[in-house]
């Protein structure tokens, strides 16, 4: 590796600090990696019509990096961080329910495709329509 003709040398640190230093730039990526999700959210669901599947890849994507920066093995950032904030309202349980969706959109035993609801619409006789 070179820095303006002279050589350069990279090191490798290891130890605590240089650990945590590294959880925090995967969390500040998976941040921006949220955030650029975000971004292309607003504009894909501009009319006249959204792309269905391209929404819900950039929101289960942004689901899934976003509750990864809350990651136990990570420990980077803690719902105490949330509280930290002081943000108005209930930051507490939007986060919860963020978990939730991405439980559901990005679960490996459940597809959320897999239920459905089978009705019949009948007419003032009692007759099937639909």
Known sequence: MT???A???V???E???AGELAAQAAGFEDLQYVLRCCEHLVTALAPPQPDTAF???LWT???VGYVRCFSGRQAVLTE???KELQLDGDVTEFHEMIKKLRD????RHLNPRESFTIGVAQSNEGKPTG
């Not at 559901?104 to 679960?107: D, L």
């Open 3 to 5: 820095n303006g003709g």
């Open 7 to 9: 050589p350069s040398t």
């Open 11 to 13: 090191r490798r640190f």
């Open 15 to 17: 130890g605590a600090e």
């Open 55 to 57: 929404v819900e890849a």
């Open 61 to 63: 994507g942004a689901l």
């Open 80 to 82: 105490a961080d949330l």
């Open 104 to 107: 559901h959109y990005a679960s």
